[in-house]
């Protein structure tokens, strides 16, 4: 069954099997692989999804509509999602369920602060996680009726979407200046890393994020992560 079939089923009532139908999830995540994940995730619970990949593109389909769950990465090429968090946990009406999003070990402590539901950690595989994380915040009135028996499928995005993300880390890099651009850089392309299990380059994006961290030279390092970033586009492959 292809997207189109399971949306036009959409204003069903949830199963057991599309526990999410009727729900429209807004997606924050400047991760074409990370993207693709939820898109996966999404398909096989029934759920819609709309994609947005900085703050300034969320502001804006917020302004249009108002999603059932907002999904949020909390490391974005224009700021910080906990400050989308936060203006969506303070608004009125606000999201019915908001979660944020991130590969950094601080950032369930970050988004819990500023106003998030819940929490998911980077890499997202498991289909009944994603399903828990969201079916446990709904109302009442939005829970399946009976016993909802979740499956342990595990989501596998195409390596396409992977290098899409190199080809934006070769682009930033490119342009990159020692300040925020290279904080930047560094944990998004750590995220990535360690979603395809890359640790090559997530030690190097470790690295630069340390000296970066620490006021240590970044020069060597940063040519270093640029040159794994170009070795991963002529290869095609994640590793």
Same mark, same amino acid.
């Given at each position: 069954?292809?997207?189109?079939? @399971?949306?036009?089923?959409?204003?069903?009532?949830?199963?057991?099997?599309?526990?999410?139908?009727?729900?429209?999830?807004?997606?924050?995540?400047?991760?074409?692989?990370?993207? =693709?994940?939820?898109?996966?995730?999404?398909?096989?619970?029934? &759920?819609?999804?709309?994609?947005?990949?900085?703050?300034?593109?969320?502001?804006?389909?917020?302004?249009?509509?108002?999603?059932?769950?907002?999904?949020?990465?909390?490391?974005?090429?224009?700021?910080?999602?906990?400050?989308?968090? !936060?203006?969506?946990?303070?608004?009125?009406?606000?999201? #019915?369920?908001?979660?944020?999003?991130? $590969?950094? =070990?601080?950032?369930?402590?970050?988004?819990?602060?500023?106003?998030?539901?819940?929490?998911?950690?980077?890499?997202?595989?498991?289909?009944?996680?994603?399903?828990?994380?969201?079916?446990?915040?709904?109302? &009442?009135?939005?829970?399946?009726? #009976?016993? +909802?028996?979740?499956?342990?499928? *595990?989501?596998?995005?195409? @390596?396409?979407?992977? !290098?899409?993300?190199?080809?934006?880390?070769?682009? %930033?890099? +490119?342009?990159?200046?020692?300040?925020?651009? @290279?904080?930047?850089? &560094?944990?998004? @392309?750590? $995220?990535?890393?360690?979603? %395809?299990?890359?640790?090559?380059?997530?030690?190097?994006?470790? =690295?630069? &994020?340390?000296?970066?961290?620490? #006021?240590?030279?970044?020069?060597?390092?940063?040519?270093? *992560?640029?040159?794994?970033?170009? =070795?991963?586009?002529? !290869?095609? *492959?994640?590793?």
């Amino acid at each position: 069954m292809d997207d189109s079939e @399971l949306f036009a089923a959409a204003h069903r009532l949830p199963t057991t099997k599309r526990p999410l139908l009727g729900l429209t999830i807004l997606v924050v995540e400047d991760s074409r692989y990370a993207c =693709e994940a939820m898109r996966l995730l999404c398909l096989r619970s029934g &759920a819609r999804i709309r994609r947005a990949d900085c703050l300034k593109s969320a502001h804006r389909h917020l302004k249009v509509y108002r999603p059932s769950v907002v999904i949020a990465d909390l490391g974005l090429p224009d700021g910080s999602g906990a400050d989308l968090i !936060q203006s969506m946990a303070e608004a009125s009406p606000r999201v #019915g369920v908001i979660l944020g999003i991130s $590969g950094d =070990e601080a950032g369930e402590a970050m988004a819990m602060a500023a106003g998030a539901d819940g929490f998911l950690a980077k890499p997202i595989t498991s289909l009944a996680a994603f399903q828990s994380a969201i079916l446990s915040r709904l109302p &009442a009135e939005r829970q399946l009726s #009976g016993p +909802n028996e979740l499956t342990d499928e *595990v989501i596998e995005p195409d @390596l396409l979407a992977f !290098q899409d993300d190199m080809s934006h880390a070769a682009e %930033v890099l +490119n342009e990159a200046e020692e300040g925020q651009t @290279l904080d930047y850089v &560094a944990q998004f @392309l750590g $995220g990535v890393a360690r979603s %395809v299990g890359d640790s090559h380059l997530a030690g190097a994006a470790a =690295e630069l &994020a340390d000296a970066r961290n620490t #006021g240590r030279p970044v020069a060597a390092v940063a040519a270093r *992560v640029a040159g794994l970033v170009q =070795e991963r586009l002529k !290869q095609k *492959v994640a590793i």
